[in-house]
């Protein structure tokens, strides 16, 4: 189990450095359409196609790390007023309910992701890509986080990823 364990933090790690160079990507594509449209007169057709997809892999790529990392945000407020003993308890229980709920919406995503190839549905920006690559991405960030959430939280601090 241990090494199912590491191979899914090496994975959502992975994920999460992707998700930074889509920032990165993002935030090029961006500053180059202020430098085409303001400084060249000439706006770029292309830079909110790409900044809505690096959207999409940003959140979704992250995803599974910060769930990892149990970064997203929790009320918490009932489980702090129980005792002790059983807020460990009623975390897992939590968790593994959460993670579930992930599985289910993983399989509607998914179901979707194939009919979107089937049909050979496109996005509606200007620059069209297939739309179940976008799909495909969402559905494989919802699958790592709903194992995340399964998996043994017990190596947090090696989670931490500085960049």
């Given at each position: 189990?241990?090494?199912?364990?590491?191979?899914?933090?090496?994975?959502?790690m992975?994920?999460?450095?992707?998700?930074?160079?889509?920032?990165g990507?993002?935030?090029?594509?961006y500053?180059?359409?202020?430098?085409?449209?303001?400084?060249?007169?000439?706006?770029?057709?292309?830079?909110?196609?790409?900044?809505?997809y690096?959207?999409c892999?940003m959140?979704?790529?992250?995803?599974?790390?910060?769930?990892?990392?149990?970064?997203?945000i929790?009320?918490?407020?009932?489980?702090?007023?129980?005792?002790?003993?059983?807020?460990?308890?009623?975390?897992?229980v939590?968790?593994?309910?959460?993670?579930?709920?992930?599985?289910?919406?993983?399989?509607?995503?998914?179901?979707?992701?194939?009919r979107?190839?089937?049909?050979?549905?496109?996005?509606?920006?200007?620059?069209?890509?297939?739309?179940?690559?976008?799909?495909?991405?969402?559905?494989?960030?919802?699958?790592?986080?709903?194992?995340?959430?399964?998996?043994p939280?017990?190596?947090k601090?090696?989670?931490?990823?500085e960049l």
């Amino acid at each position: 189990m241990h090494v199912v364990n590491s191979a899914l933090r090496l994975v959502s790690m992975a994920c999460a450095v992707v998700a930074a160079v889509a920032v990165g990507i993002a935030a090029v594509v961006y500053v180059s359409e202020v430098v085409a449209r303001y400084g060249l007169n000439d706006p770029l057709n292309w830079s909110g196609d790409i900044g809505s997809y690096m959207l999409c892999a940003m959140v979704f790529l992250a995803l599974p790390l910060i769930t990892r990392q149990r970064g997203h945000i929790a009320v918490t407020v009932v489980i702090e007023a129980l005792p002790a003993a059983l807020i460990g308890k009623v975390m897992r229980v939590l968790e593994v309910i959460s993670a579930v709920v992930l599985l289910i919406v993983a399989f509607f995503v998914i179901d979707l992701c194939i009919r979107q190839y089937h049909q050979g549905v496109l996005t509606t920006m200007a620059n069209q890509i297939p739309r179940w690559w976008l799909t495909a991405i969402m559905a494989f960030g919802i699958v790592l986080s709903a194992f995340n959430f399964i998996a043994p939280a017990d190596e947090k601090s090696a989670d931490i990823v500085e960049l």
